[in-house]
């Protein structure tokens, strides 16, 4: 299958060919595995801290571990897939995160279980840029916004149906089954990978940037490794974070540097792709729009298991309600982007997402279902017409030759910011908790084994009324900075962008 990248005055394709939808399957096969198995494992911490007698802090080290590795892959995917080709590399990547999952399922202590889920990152990290570019390649640039459409799916439904699924499948079989039940899906998309996707044709031209790696690549994993303590210490202040933090900042600094002064030959990421102003925008209004969404979405599910006594299965099904809302409005809002520019439906999405936030902002520890799901719903319908309409701007003024360098630029900004968006979330929810006496007395009950509905009934009403306070604060932060993204999205195209092919008014200037 080749590129198509029709001409400016082309009429915009009605929909996408059976081609695109053949390559579309192995791309969503690869993003359901890699972020279902986010939230999945998300559900098992508790059983692994019960399985392998682990302290909480060893047993949080098998999603830090993966989230650092995905972090520290990414950047060399743009190099590798235009020096390797994107077929041999996507399919390099889904036998990598399949071989990972096999071994997690075997691990024998939390020791073996972290380092496997290390070798689950190194692929997982691979597939979504990865996907991206071999999606826009098939699709061309006036299909973009109905292929961010699709790979959106996995996207936004995975961290909503992950809990229903972990839940399930501990309950029903045991966690060892979270991690194989990628095995058939990992060889089946493997198999397809190999028969769908187009022949590569690489350009082993091109010089590797060995400094540039020793820079970035350590630099995102300390500096995230920093953010994601903050959770933990409760302080930025504490040497944990600000040690591996600040040198994580000081190693991607000096790459930066390197980079605008010209010392690579082809550089690790194309710092020349900000020179596009859309790209530019895009990018900023990504990672606003992803520390407030990826943080919030920690909220909801704490809110229902913490306030309400929900269980994680019953929690999986309320959240539902937004990924509902997006599945109706993220088609539409994919066709919308490639006729008329991504941004009038990214802004109509933000205020839509701000309305349902803003519900949130009221909840208490007795709030009708009937208002809480409605909220939910309310913001998946404007989740389905912002996340991906913002890389739909991005990409599409990019060029064939650049597409895996910025997918792979918009992947790293989504990871740092969605590690940002977490550790403040969860910084603002735990010092809400800690200005409660009562709620302080229910978690030093569970900590110390009790049961809390042993306290008097006064303690544990106060208790969850307080909590229900500091998770209205929280969403009211949430709200503002969802509603900030306006400003960056009301600089996104308003109208279709001429192709990358063409001369355009804000070219990708390249050495």
């Avoid at 006036?142 to 959106?152: K, Q, T």
């Avoid at 109706?328 to 802004?347: E, N, Q, Y």
């Amino acid at each position: 299958m080749t590129s198509q990248t029709p001409s400016a005055g082309t009429a915009v394709p009605e929909k996408l060919d059976r081609g695109v939808f053949l390559v579309a399957g192995v791309v969503v096969l690869g993003a359901i595995m890699s972020i279902l198995d986010i939230t999945v494992v998300s559900v098992a911490i508790p059983t692994f801290q019960s399985e392998f007698d682990a302290t909480p802090a060893q047993v949080a080290w098998t999603m830090t571990g993966y989230t650092l590795a995905l972090a520290s892959v990414i950047p060399l995917t743009g190099w590798a897939a235009d020096r390797f080709g994107t077929k041999r590399l996507y399919m390099l990547a889904l036998l990598l995160f399949t071989l990972g999952s096999v071994l997690c399922s075997m691990a024998w202590d939390v020791s073996s279980l972290v380092g496997f889920r290390v070798l689950q990152g190194l692929g997982g990290g691979m597939l979504m840029p990865l996907g991206m570019t071999i999606m826009t390649r098939a699709a061309g640039h006036d299909r973009i916004g109905r292929v961010m459409a699709v790979l959106g799916i996995p996207m936004l439904l995975g961290p909503i149906f992950g809990p229903i699924l972990g839940g399930w499948l501990i309950d029903a079989a045991s966690w060892h089954w979270i991690f194989l039940i990628n095995l058939p899906i990992g060889a089946v998309a493997i198999v397809y990978a190999a028969l769908v996707l187009p022949k590569d044709n690489p350009t082993p031209s091109e010089t590797f940037d060995f400094v540039g790696m020793l820079l970035l690549s350590p630099g995102l994993a300390l500096f995230l490794y920093g953010v994601s303590t903050i959770p933990e210490t409760g302080t930025i202040a504490d040497a944990e974070v600000l040690v591996p933090a600040l040198i994580g900042l000081v190693l991607v600094g000096v790459f930066v540097l390197r980079s605008l002064a010209e010392r690579a030959e082809h550089p690790l990421i194309d710092l020349d792709l900000f020179r596009n102003k859309t790209l530019s925008i895009a990018v900023v209004a990504m990672a606003l729009f992803a520390i407030a969404f990826f943080g919030a979405s920690l909220l909801f599910p704490s809110y229902f298991l913490q306030v309400r006594g929900e269980t994680t299965l019953q929690t999986g099904w309320l959240i539902a309600p937004q990924g509902f809302g997006a599945m109706l409005t993220m088609p539409l809002a994919g066709v919308l982007a490639d006729r008329i520019g991504p941004g009038k439906i990214v802004m109509t999405g933000i205020v839509v997402i701000t309305v349902g936030m803003a519900m949130f902002t009221q909840v208490a520890a007795d709030t009708s279902y009937v208002f809480l799901l409605g909220a939910l719903f309310v913001m998946g319908l404007g989740m389905g017409a912002t996340m991906m309409p913002m890389m739909t701007a991005a990409l599409q003024t990019l060029t064939d030759q650049n597409l895996a360098r910025g997918s792979t630029l918009m992947n790293i900004v989504q990871q740092v910011a969605a590690s940002i968006g977490t550790a403040l979330f969860s910084v603002l929810l735990t010092t809400g908790f800690k200005s409660s006496p009562q709620v302080g007395q229910v978690q030093q009950t569970l900590a110390d084994g009790g049961d809390p509905a042993t306290l008097d009934p006064a303690i544990l009403g106060k208790a969850a009324a307080d909590m229900a306070d500091a998770f209205g604060d929280s969403f009211l932060v949430a709200t503002i900075l969802v509603a900030l993204c306006l400003v960056p999205a009301a600089m996104l195209p308003r109208k279709r962008p001429p192709v990358a092919s063409e001369p355009s008014h804000e070219p990708i200037i390249m050495h």
